[in-house]
């Protein structure tokens, strides 16, 4: 038998299934998190903007990844929001490749933006003499174009693959938004090539970034220890703490879902630490970069 138009058929997403108590306590406590994390990253947005001296490359950078958080974020949970108030889990193919475009392009720009603020912080204590030379408005202003552009092209040529899969033996996402991993899971199409292809992109757009964020940090540590005050090493390491918790609280639960073994494997299990990295950790972000940065803080005041 023929495969139906893919295009025309609705999918569903199994979202988490739990008794009527737990999704009034899982829809209050998600739309709490993006109530937070819209107003929190909204804040910093609008602070770097208002305050001229925090017109700097890192508060430049940090202002690109709250908007990224912001678009990341709201790119499925208010989908969730719906799904778990109205338990209407139906979304149409055409909505659920705009969601998968949105999700990739804004995941891989905190990647890039990340790896460019661990490149500034580079040059603020590997070389701090250069670094207003180095770190020059053209320079943030190509890197944060970069970022922007490769991400969403990456995921344009991502969300084209995927444009063209079957659904026949199922239309039931086990997950909480339209995942890549999940879509390739119930497609009947051949996707060996696909994801030899996801491996190479995970290769450049995370593993490379990554290596250059842990590169970046065992100069700044080296830098830092040949600092001879005490005063002097807490200054410089506490300029980087921000930036690296984010870096930590990123790829801490990314790393444990993909190599975590086999014998772990638990879709419930899989789609809490997704929920991780996808709501919690924008959330977070904000307090991050605000609860112990003082020129910030006086700023906001």
């Not at 025309?8 to 709490?32: C, N, P, R, V, W």
């Not at 998968?100 to 804004?106: A, I, K, P, Q």
Request: glycine share 2%; proline share 4%.
């Amino acid at each position: 038998d023929k495969c139906p138009n893919h295009t025309s058929s609705d999918l569903k997403i199994s979202a988490f299934s739990t008794s009527e108590t737990g999704q009034f306590f899982i829809f209050a406590a998600i739309l709490l998190i993006y109530l937070i994390t819209v107003t929190g990253n909204l804040l910093i947005l609008i602070v770097i903007c208002l305050v001229p001296h925090l017109h700097t490359p890192m508060y430049f950078f940090l202002g690109n990844l709250s908007t990224a958080d912001v678009i990341y974020i709201s790119s499925t949970l208010p989908k969730l929001l719906c799904i778990t108030a109205t338990h209407d889990n139906q979304i149409s193919f055409p909505a659920c490749i705009s969601q998968l475009y949105v999700f990739l392009s804004t995941a891989v720009c905190d990647i890039l933006i990340l790896t460019s603020m661990s490149y500034d912080r580079y040059a603020a204590i590997c070389i701090p003499l250069k670094y207003s030379t180095l770190m020059n408005k053209r320079l943030c202003i190509s890197l944060a174009v970069f970022c922007w552009v490769i991400s969403s092209s990456n995921s344009l040529m991502y969300t084209c693959l995927v444009s063209t899969l079957s659904f026949c033996s199922s239309h039931t996402l086990e997950h909480f938004f339209c995942d890549l991993q999940a879509l390739y899971t119930i497609t009947t199409s051949d996707t060996r090539s696909r994801e030899i292809f996801m491996i190479i992109e995970n290769i450049v757009f995370a593993f490379v970034p990554f290596s250059l964020t842990i590169t970046s940090y065992v100069f700044i540590i080296s830098a830092i220890m040949k600092i001879r005050s005490t005063e002097g090493r807490f200054k410089a390491f506490s300029s980087c703490t921000s930036h690296l918790t984010t870096v930590i609280l990123f790829y801490g639960p990314i790393i444990f879902l993909y190599f975590k073994p086999k014998s772990m494997d638990s879709k419930e299990q899989d789609m809490i630490l997704s929920l991780i990295y996808v709501a919690v950790v924008p959330m977070l972000n904000p307090f991050v970069y605000t609860l112990r940065n003082k020129e910030f803080l006086g700023a906001l005041r």
